[in-house]
């Protein structure tokens, strides 16, 4: 079974940090890019960050260039999102995404399979 699990979403101040993982079971996950998507309430769902397959190319939204860091191992089947000087804005749950394919992809409707996200909540 495809599976994406999304964990360390919680309550943090604003200028705090947080890193997110995202485990992957049921496929091999050197095939597949993967994205950071999140969805703030009342808002569509967007695209944070997301990285290749083999994890050498990256992409940020612009809002999360310098504050967020996308990695992942392959061989431990976990994609990462590092956050840091949170701001309330960044408030959402975030989930990750795979999608088939090397290039890293953010489009939402182009992404495979979900997991069923996690929670960050900034505030003070």
């Known amino acids: 079974q495809l599976q994406l699990v999304e964990s360390g979403g919680g309550l943090v101040q604003p200028g705090g940090s947080l890193r997110l993982s995202c485990a992957a079971s049921?496929?091999?996950?050197?095939?597949?890019?993967i994205g950071w998507f999140r969805q703030a309430p009342g808002k569509e769902r967007e695209g944070v960050s997301c990285?290749?397959?083999?994890?050498?190319?990256?992409t940020y939204a612009d809002s999360e260039k310098g504050r967020f860091t996308i990695s992942r191992d392959n061989a431990k089947k976990m994609v990462y999102l590092q956050m840091n000087r949170l701001k309330p804005l960044d408030t959402a749950v975030y989930f990750c995404?795979?999608?088939?394919?090397?290039?890293?992809?953010?489009?939402?409707?182009?992404?495979?399979?979900w997991g069923k996200g996690t929670l960050v909540t900034v505030s003070s």
């Open positions: 990285i290749s397959s083999s994890g050498s190319t990256t």
């Open positions: 049921g496929f091999t996950l050197d095939f597949y890019a």
């Open positions: 995404a795979a999608r088939a394919t090397v290039q890293p992809s953010c489009v939402d409707s182009a992404m495979n399979f």
